[in-house]
């Protein structure tokens, strides 16, 4: 059987014999009624189990935002807007802020691959 896999931005084709093949588990589909912009905006208007982010950044100094990598699929670039336009009500500017990446034990990002996870706008007005 061949079978296709999601593998980094691409797929990957592997063959399988039918005899060593168990099962092939995918998944449920998934009916959505929003739109990413709106289930990010829920999230922040929703906390669970905490004040929104407006209300805790407020009258700090310095901002440090951790986000995923280059190997994780975390959308950076269309959450951050949101998130940095929360910390802009609560009047934090942007030299209080770094957006640090989580890299765990993989390799540092290119700066392309940087650009790539938060926006260039992003990437260019914050440290």
Same mark, same amino acid.
Not at 79 to 87: S, T
């Given at each position: 059987?061949?079978?296709?896999? %999601? ?7 592997? =063959? ?19 739109? =990413? #912009? #709106? $289930? ?8 669970? %189990?905490?004040? *929104? ?5 407020? %009258? ?5 935002? $951790? ?45 392309? #691959?940087?650009? *790539?996870?938060?926006?260039? #706008? ?6």
């Amino acid at each position: 059987m061949n079978i296709k896999i %999601g593998y980094g931005t691409g797929i990957q084709e592997v =063959e399988i014999d039918n005899k060593c093949l168990l099962a092939k588990l995918i998944p449920n589909d998934v009916v959505i009624t929003s739109t =990413e #912009e #709106e $289930i990010i905006e829920e999230a922040l208007n929703h906390p669970i %189990g905490t004040e *929104r982010l407006e209300k805790l950044a407020r %009258g700090k100094q310095d901002i440090v935002i $951790i986000t995923s990598d280059i190997t994780r699929p975390m959308p950076s670039y269309k959450v951050l807007p949101h998130v940095l336009k929360r910390l802009e009500l609560a009047e934090v500017k942007p030299e209080q802020i770094t957006i640090v990446f989580a890299l765990g034990s993989h390799r540092k990002q290119t700066e392309e #691959e940087q650009i *790539r996870l938060v926006g260039e #706008e992003i990437f260019n007005k914050y440290h």
